[in-house]
T-cell receptor
Framework: DAGITQSPRHKVTETGTPVTLRCHQT?????MYWYRQDPGHGLRLIHY???????DKGEVSDGYSVSRSKTEDFLLTLESATSSQTSVYFC????????????FGQGTRLTVV | DAKTTQPPSMDCAEGRAANLPCNHS???????VYWYRQIHSQGPQYIIH???NNETNEMASLIITEDRKSSTLILPHATLRDTAVYYC????????FGAGTTVTVRA
């Protein structure tokens, strides 16, 4: 499983509450990614990181923030969760370079009620 | 901002070869083509990648045209377990996925 774990695996939260999802890796890979997946939309990139404290936005970053204070952890925060953020969230890791595969976590199913 | 175009769906008979096309007409010289698949609600799984030569591994073959503007993933003997969404992506640091092709293998 390439040493990547997501927590929690399932969460139900109320609208307006803050939520933080964690992606943890044991591989020391430089690149880490957060995606959301909704029916009919495939995987959409939220944010990614190319090193400690180095992050950038993806295509659906509104309403989300990220932090990476250590190589092994990439946190995704929903400051004030909305029902439209109900989704399955995937984290991925990848070593630097154009000839390297990515490894994905098992996903976090988040429901905002 | 995926750089690839794939058909939304395709069917395949069990035991037959499945040929999955992908267009990547804006690919640049040093960008690799990668294929992943996602079975049900699991995280995507790497299948194969290539730059300009054809590639084969235990899962699939990848054929890239000489101009590199398109490629085909070949599953040589599709099984029911190959039913999945298949993603073709051109690597950049953002690792952007498109909607992929939903492949249904029928008995």
């Amino acid at each position: 499983d390439a040493g990547i774990t997501q927590s929690p695996r399932h969460k139900v939260t109320e609208t307006g509450t803050p939520v933080t999802l964690r992606c943890h890796q044991t591989e020391n890979h430089r690149y880490m990614y957060w995606y959301r997946q909704d029916p009919g939309h495939g995987l959409r990139l939220i944010h990614y990181s190319y090193g400690v404290k180095d992050t950038d936005k993806g295509e659906v970053s509104d309403g989300y923030s990220v932090s990476r204070s250590k190589t092994e952890d990439f946190l995704l925060t929903l400051e004030s969760a909305t029902s439209s953020q109900t989704s399955v969230y995937f984290c991925a890791i990848r070593v630097e370079g154009l000839n390297t595969e990515a490894f994905f976590g098992q996903g976090t199913r988040l429901t905002v009620v | 901002d995926a750089k690839t175009t794939q058909p939304p769906s395709m069917d395949c008979a069990e035991g037959r070869a499945a040929n999955l096309p992908c267009n990547h007409s804006t690919i640049s010289g040093n960008e690799y083509v990668y294929w992943y698949r996602q079975i049900h609600s699991q995280g995507p799984q790497y299948i194969i990648h290539g730059l300009k030569n054809n590639e084969t591994n235990e899962m699939a073959s990848l054929i890239i045209t000489e101009d590199r503007k398109s490629s085909t993933l070949i599953l040589p003997h599709a099984t029911l377990r190959d039913t999945a969404v298949y993603y073709c992506i051109v690597y950049d640091y953002k690792l952007s996925f498109g909607a992929g092709t939903t492949v249904t293998v029928r008995a």
